[in-house]
C-alpha cells in the first residue's frame, strides 16, 4: 500500500467555483503535513503546511483528519492562475522523518 | 537567502554514457533529497542523504547513485544510460526542522538521453 494517495483527477472546474481535494495516508505515527503547487515541467514549490486544528491562508484551507487518515486542500474562489497539480505530502516519524509525496491531482480553471 | 540550485540546467548524453548532476542545498540545510520525474508523471524518490550519509533510497537499479559532500552539496550519478531515464531531476534540501522548514526544490536538471 501507498504512504500516500491522491486522485489524481484532473478537475476542470469553472473560474469562481469551490474545489477540494483529499489525500489519505497510511502510516497513523505521520506527523507533519503539507501541501504543494506544481506548474507545468516546473519544480514543486510549498502551498502551505497543515496544522492540527485546520489553518487557512486567504482562498486555501487545509484540514487534517487524523482518525481517518486524510488531509484536505479546499479552494474558493478559483482563478485561472490556480490550475496546476496539487502534491500532498507527509512526514513520518518511525521512518526516519522521510517526505512521502502524493503523485498529485491535477486542477484546470477554465474561463 | 539563496535557495537550491542545481546543474546543470539541461543534460543531453546518449546511451550507455554516465550523467552526473549536481546540487547545492539551501545554506544551513542538512538533508538533500533527489527525485526523477518522468513527463506527465508524479515523483518518484531516489535518494535521501542527511550528514553526509545515505539515509534511504528508491525503487531504483544501482546505476543510480550519489553523495553528500562535507558540505552538504550533493551529486547524483547515473551510469550506462538508458532511454527511459529521460526526465526532470528535482533536488530538494531540509533542514532539520522540518515542519517549519519543510521540503525546497531547486530547479532540477532536465535529462534527456538519446
Known amino acids: 500500500r501507498k504512504e500516500v494517495e491522491q486522485d489524481p483527477g484532473p478537475f476542470n472546474v469553472p473560474e469562481g467555483a469551490t474545489v477540494a481535494f483529499n489525500c489519505t495516508y497510511s502510516?497513523?505515527?505521520?506527523?507533519?503535513f503539507f501541501w504543494y503547487r506544481q506548474d507545468c515541467r516546473k519544480e514543486p514549490k510549498l502551498l502551505m503546511s497543515?496544522?492540527?486544528s485546520g489553518n487557512e491562508d486567504g482562498r486555501f484551507t487545509a484540514q487534517l483528519n487524523r482518525a481517518s487518515q486524510y488531509i484536505s486542500l479546499l479552494i474558493r474562489d478559483s482563478k485561472l492562475s490556480d490550475s496546476a497539480t496539487y502534491l500532498c505530502?507527509?512526514?513520518?516519524?518511525?521512518?526516519?522523518?522521510?517526505?512521502?509525496f502524493g503523485t498529485g491531482t491535477s486542477l484546470t480553471v477554465i474561463p | 537567502e539563496a535557495g537550491v540550485t542545481q546543474s546543470p540546467t539541461h543534460l543531453i548524453k546518449t546511451r550507455g554514457q554516465q550523467a552526473t548532476l549536481r546540487c547545492s542545498p539551501i545554506?544551513?540545510?542538512?538533508?538533500v533529497y533527489w527525485y526523477q520525474q518522468a513527463l506527465g508523471l508524479g515523483l518518484q524518490f531516489l535518494l535521501w542523504?542527511?550528514?553526509?550519509?545515505?539515509?534511504n533510497r528508491g525503487n531504483f537499479p544501482p546505476r543510480f547513485s550519489g553523495r553528500q559532500f562535507p558540505n552538504y552539496s550533493s551529486e547524483l550519478n547515473v551510469n550506462a544510460l538508458e532511454l527511459e531515464d529521460s526526465a526532470l531531476y528535482l533536488c530538494?534540501?531540509?533542514?532539520?526542522?522540518?515542519?517549519?522548514?519543510?521540503?525546497?526544490f531547486g530547479n532540477g536538471t532536465r535529462l534527456t538521453v538519446t
Open positions: 530538494a534540501s531540509s533542514s532539520r526542522d522540518y515542519y517549519n522548514s519543510p521540503l525546497h
Open positions: 502510516n497513523s505515527a505521520s506527523q507533519s
Open positions: 497543515v496544522y492540527s
Open positions: 505530502v507527509v512526514i513520518s516519524l518511525n521512518t526516519g522523518n522521510q517526505f512521502y
Open positions: 545554506s544551513g540545510h542538512t538533508s
Open positions: 542523504y542527511d550528514e553526509g550519509e545515505e539515509r
